[in-house]
Protein backbone atom coordinates (compact mmCIF):
# COMPACT_ATOMS: atom_id res chain seq x y z
CA UNK A 1 0.00 0.00 0.00
CA UNK A 2 1.45 3.31 -0.71
CA UNK A 3 1.27 6.18 1.06
CA UNK A 4 2.38 9.60 0.95
CA UNK A 5 2.56 11.97 4.66
CA UNK A 6 2.94 15.45 4.44
CA UNK A 7 3.93 17.36 7.45
CA UNK A 8 5.39 20.62 8.90
CA UNK A 9 2.64 22.95 7.66
CA UNK A 10 1.38 25.99 9.79
CA UNK A 11 0.99 29.00 10.71
CA UNK A 12 3.74 31.61 10.14
CA UNK A 13 3.23 35.04 9.23
CA UNK A 14 4.34 37.13 5.74
CA UNK A 15 7.96 36.92 5.29
CA UNK A 16 8.42 33.78 7.46
CA UNK A 17 9.65 30.51 6.41
CA UNK A 18 8.37 26.69 6.32
CA UNK A 19 9.76 23.37 5.38
CA UNK A 20 7.31 20.94 4.50
CA UNK A 21 8.28 17.25 4.65
CA UNK A 22 6.43 14.29 2.75
CA UNK A 23 7.16 10.82 3.85
CA UNK A 24 6.80 8.07 0.95
CA UNK A 25 6.55 4.24 1.66
CA UNK A 26 5.28 1.20 0.15
CA UNK A 27 6.91 2.33 -3.82
CA UNK A 28 10.28 2.30 -5.19
CA UNK A 29 11.11 5.97 -4.14
CA UNK A 30 13.82 6.62 -6.47
CA UNK A 31 11.33 5.15 -9.59
CA UNK A 32 8.87 8.12 -9.31
CA UNK A 33 9.57 12.05 -9.88
CA UNK A 34 7.90 13.83 -6.94
CA UNK A 35 6.09 17.45 -7.12
CA UNK A 36 4.45 19.66 -5.10
CA UNK A 37 1.31 21.19 -5.10
CA UNK A 38 -1.25 23.71 -3.38
CA UNK A 39 -4.84 24.33 -3.40
CA UNK A 40 -5.81 27.77 -2.27
CA UNK A 41 -9.74 28.21 -0.55
CA UNK A 42 -11.85 28.54 -3.87
CA UNK A 43 -9.47 27.65 -6.19
CA UNK A 44 -8.30 25.19 -8.20
CA UNK A 45 -5.35 22.54 -7.47
CA UNK A 46 -2.24 24.28 -8.50
CA UNK A 47 1.77 23.43 -9.67
CA UNK A 48 4.26 24.62 -7.27
CA UNK A 49 7.18 22.41 -8.18
CA UNK A 50 8.69 18.99 -9.25
CA UNK A 51 11.94 16.98 -9.26
CA UNK A 52 12.38 14.59 -12.01
CA UNK A 53 13.55 11.29 -10.76
CA UNK A 54 16.08 10.44 -13.18
CA UNK A 55 18.92 13.83 -12.93
CA UNK A 56 17.22 15.38 -10.43
CA UNK A 57 15.94 18.55 -12.67
CA UNK A 58 13.85 20.81 -11.04
CA UNK A 59 11.03 22.96 -11.77
CA UNK A 60 8.97 26.13 -10.29
CA UNK A 61 5.82 28.14 -10.76
CA UNK A 62 7.48 31.13 -11.49
CA UNK A 63 6.11 32.89 -8.46
CA UNK A 64 7.72 30.65 -6.55
CA UNK A 65 11.04 30.89 -7.79
CA UNK A 66 14.04 31.61 -6.21
CA UNK A 67 12.27 31.20 -2.85
CA UNK A 68 10.89 27.87 -2.69
CA UNK A 69 13.09 24.75 -2.82
CA UNK A 70 12.29 21.58 -3.70
CA UNK A 71 14.62 18.69 -2.67
CA UNK A 72 14.18 14.64 -1.93
CA UNK A 73 16.40 12.30 0.41
CA UNK A 74 15.77 8.77 -1.61
CA UNK A 75 17.92 6.79 1.26
CA UNK A 76 15.06 7.71 3.70
CA UNK A 77 12.05 7.90 0.65
CA UNK A 78 11.70 11.85 1.45
CA UNK A 79 11.32 14.46 -0.22
CA UNK A 80 11.13 18.48 0.84
CA UNK A 81 9.70 21.92 0.12
CA UNK A 82 11.44 24.57 1.50
CA UNK A 83 9.71 27.79 1.67
CA UNK A 84 11.38 31.23 2.29
CA UNK A 85 9.41 34.63 1.98
CA UNK A 86 6.27 33.09 2.25
CA UNK A 87 3.60 35.32 1.03
CA UNK A 88 -0.18 35.99 2.76
CA UNK A 89 -1.91 34.73 -0.47
CA UNK A 90 0.18 31.79 -0.65
CA UNK A 91 -2.10 30.16 2.31
CA UNK A 92 -3.60 27.04 0.65
CA UNK A 93 -3.34 23.05 1.25
CA UNK A 94 -0.01 21.51 0.27
CA UNK A 95 0.52 18.37 -1.41
CA UNK A 96 3.04 16.15 -2.15
CA UNK A 97 2.90 13.60 -5.17
CA UNK A 98 5.29 11.13 -7.22
CA UNK A 99 4.43 9.95 -10.63
CA UNK A 100 6.12 7.71 -12.52
CA UNK A 101 7.66 8.45 -15.80
CA UNK A 102 10.07 10.61 -16.68
CA UNK A 103 8.87 14.01 -16.68
CA UNK A 104 7.27 15.06 -13.33
CA UNK A 105 4.43 16.91 -15.47
CA UNK A 106 1.31 15.56 -15.80
CA UNK A 107 -1.19 12.94 -14.22
CA UNK A 108 0.59 11.61 -10.69
CA UNK A 109 0.33 8.30 -9.64
CA UNK A 110 0.19 8.92 -6.02
CA UNK A 111 -1.26 11.71 -3.59
CA UNK A 112 -0.45 12.79 0.31
CA UNK A 113 -3.54 13.95 2.16
CA UNK A 114 -2.63 17.78 2.48
CA UNK A 115 -0.88 19.97 5.16
CA UNK A 116 -2.43 23.34 5.58
CA UNK A 117 -0.46 26.48 5.24
CA UNK A 118 -1.50 29.61 7.06
CA UNK A 119 0.63 32.26 5.91
CA UNK A 120 -0.94 35.64 8.15
CA UNK A 121 -0.24 39.06 6.78
Known amino acids: QVQLVESGGGLVQAGGSLRLSCAASGLMFSSYGVGWFRRAPGKEREFVAA????????FYRGSVKGRFTISRDNAKNMMYLQMDRLKDEETAVYFC??????????????WGQGTQVTVSS
Open 97 to 110: GAKGGSSPFGEYDY
Open 51 to 58: MKRSDGST
